[in-house]
């Protein structure tokens, strides 16, 4: 019995047995009450549940929306950059966080383990970009503004290899998987004689044998 129904027997066990055991209530009264007490547990406890995943899939609808957001600024802030080093960081950072996107889409459960690129990372890159558009436009020409070019190029490299590392610890568990499966293939492959070397070596020895 799950915890929901246990939690709400439980109710209806005690709305039954006060009034018919304590309070001398006729039997079916009390059955009345008991079973009333089990009903409204389950839409009470059902309702909370429902609340919490909708609550869950809020904040997922909201963080890829938002994330999808602020990917599209650092595409359109792109065109509008005109260091080259800088716009291929932009664009590496692009097309990973796309992937982590459609992973996030694809493995749900996956959002809490990488929240503070949604609620950090990403938004801290998009005001790097942004503040780096503002500088330029500027049209400066100082030690300060090349020494803060270097500095924004380095945080974005930094944000690239971040947003990769990330990328890969998504997929993780399921290239670990798959590597098991193609050893254990592998494994039943050699063990029915139908590996290629195998079968090389045999079909070797059955020309010498001939």
Not at 47 to 74: F, G, P, R, V, W
Request: glycine share 2%.
């Amino acid at each position: 019995m799950k915890n929901k129904d246990t939690l709400s027997a439980v109710i209806g066990s005690v709305f039954f047995g006060v009034p018919y055991l304590a309070l001398s209530v006729p039997l079916l009264p009390a059955l009345a009450i008991g079973t009333s007490a089990f009903v409204a547990g389950e839409l009470v406890l059902t309702k909370n549940k429902t609340d919490k995943l909708s609550y869950k899939n809020y904040n997922l609808k909201k963080a890829l929306e938002e994330a999808e957001k602020q990917n599209n600024h650092i595409k359109e802030m792109k065109k509008q950059i005109e260091d080259n080093e800088l716009k291929k960081y932009m664009e590496d950072i692009n097309n990973t966080t796309s992937k982590i996107i459609d992973g996030i889409k694809k493995q749900p459960k996956k959002l809490k383990n990488i929240s503070n690129f949604f609620d950090y990372y990403l938004p801290m890159t998009v005001k790097i970009v942004d503040r780096y558009d503002e500088i330029e436009n500027q049209d400066l020409s100082s030690r300060e503004v090349d020494e803060f070019t270097s500095q924004t190029i380095d945080m974005l490299k930094a944000a690239d290899e971040a947003f990769k590392n990330i990328l890969n610890n998504l997929y993780r568990e399921k290239i670990v998987d798959m590597d098991v499966e193609m050893k254990v293939f592998q494994s039943m492959l050699e063990a029915d004689g139908l590996n290629e070397n195998e079968l090389a070596l045999k079909n070797r020895a059955k020309e010498r044998n001939e």
